[in-house]
T-cell receptor, first 111, second 114 residues
Framework: LAKTTQPISMDSYEGQEVNITCSHN???????ITWYQQFPSQGPRFIIQ???TKVTNEVASLFIPADRKSSTLSLPRVSLSDTAVYYC????????????FGSGTRLQVQP | NAGVTQTPKFQVLKTGQSMTLQCAQD?????MSWYRQDPGMGLRLIHY???????DQGEVPNGYNVSRSTTEDFPLRLLSAAPSQTSVYFC?????????????FGPGTRLTVT
């Protein structure tokens, strides 16, 4: 499974846009890129997934360059409730659907 | 739909005791898995199952057993608890088949082994 690297932590203020970049140099041709969010004492929750170019949903955007060796999760106008750990994962399109989690990025949003 | 449910929410065991963590899903998902999360760390895969009667090991299977007699249930058994198994345990489920499928996680079981 492809290994991912992302910053350990980030700080932001309410109302700002936050971009979290993840590198995945060994991504396979059939791998998806997925981001999960985890609040303290809760299980991870799916945010967004993509294969290439740009994907947008009601909570985030995901930017994937043509070589797919990295991706950027963009959270527009963050609020205090966006304080969480964000995990970037690749894979999910094989018979083994279990995900490999890294340590994630701990986002702290200040008022 | 209740989604993925886990019981108990909290458990304290003494070293050497055994117990079963329960996981159930009502989404008719074929794929289920167990993860453990130590403080400040990401989730690590313990065991997974691609359908009833089929299980396989993940990254950290030692000390744990699983079985999958029905599509809905995927219990995790600790045969002889050790302090190193103190962790939060998450169960997850998803569909199989080609293409991307979101994983759904349960609320977790916080286990302390003294």
């Amino acid at each position: 499974l492809a290994k991912t690297t992302q910053p350990i932590s980030m700080d932001s203020y309410e109302g700002q846009e936050v971009n979290i970049t993840c590198s995945h140099n060994n991504i396979a041709t059939n791998d998806y890129i997925t981001w999960y969010q985890q609040f303290p004492s809760q299980g991870p929750r799916f945010i967004i997934q993509g294969y290439k170019t740009k994907v947008t949903n009601e909570v985030a955007s995901l930017f994937i360059p043509a070589d797919r060796k990295s991706s950027t999760l963009s959270l527009p106008r963050v609020s205090l409730s966006d304080t969480a750990v964000y995990y970037c994962l690749v894979g999910g399109n094989t018979g083994r659907r279990a995900l490999t989690f890294g340590s994630g990025t701990r986002l702290q949003v200040q008022p | 739909n209740a989604g993925v449910t886990q019981t108990p929410k909290f458990q304290v065991l003494k070293t050497g005791q055994s117990m079963t963590l329960q996981c159930a899903q009502d989404m008719n998902h074929e794929y289920m898995s167990w993860y453990r999360q130590d403080p400040g760390m990401g989730l690590r895969l313990i065991h997974y199952s691609v359908g009833a009667g089929i299980t396989d090991q993940g990254e950290v299977p030692n000390g744990y057993n699983v079985s999958r007699s029905t599509t809905e249930d995927f219990p995790l058994r600790l045969l002889s608890a050790a302090p190193s198994q103190t962790s939060v345990y998450f169960c997850a489920s998803t569909q199989t088949g080609t293409g991307f499928h979101e994983q759904y996680f349960g609320p977790g079981t916080r286990l302390t082994v003294t």
